[in-house]
């Protein structure tokens, strides 16, 4: 069982920057593959980056890419997702999410087994 817990969340103005963390529980962290998912009551949860168990590789949907960067800190169980040049659009709670190992299908919801409790993340003009 692996627990997530999303943090850094907030309420910023449209060109600041965010950086959420989201700190998991248990061992062999660095063979999961973890991703960041949102959502807004208008529009189903929605993958935002993903960073693969082992190899390290990322992915990122277009919305953000160039905007928002995924690392991982295996030696403190975490997994950050840097947020710059936010726009209103980015309004969501954000999610963390695990599964064990290597996904060809990183963004899809389905395909992870732990979900953190969400982060509200507000972007005003």
């Known amino acids: 069982q692996v627990q997530l817990v999303e943090s850094g969340g907030g309420l910023v103005q449209a060109g600041d920057s965010l950086r959420l963390s989201c700190a998991a529980s248990?061992?062999?962290?660095?063979?999961?593959?973890m991703g960041w998912f949102r959502q807004t009551p208008w529009k189903e949860r929605e993958f935002v980056s993903g960073i693969i168990g082992g190899a390290g590789t990322t992915y990122y949907a277009d919305s953000v890419k160039g905007r928002f960067t995924i690392s991982r800190d295996n030696a403190k169980n975490t997994v950050y997702l840097q947020m710059n040049s936010l726009k209103p659009e980015d309004t969501a709670v954000y999610y963390c999410?695990?599964?064990?190992?290597?996904?060809?299908?990183?963004?899809?919801?389905?395909?992870?087994?732990?979900w953190g409790q969400g982060t509200q993340v507000t972007v005003s003009s």
């Open positions: 999410a695990a599964r064990w190992g290597y996904t060809s299908n990183y963004y899809s919801r389905e395909d992870y087994t732990y």
């Open positions: 248990g061992r062999t962290f660095s063979r999961y593959t």
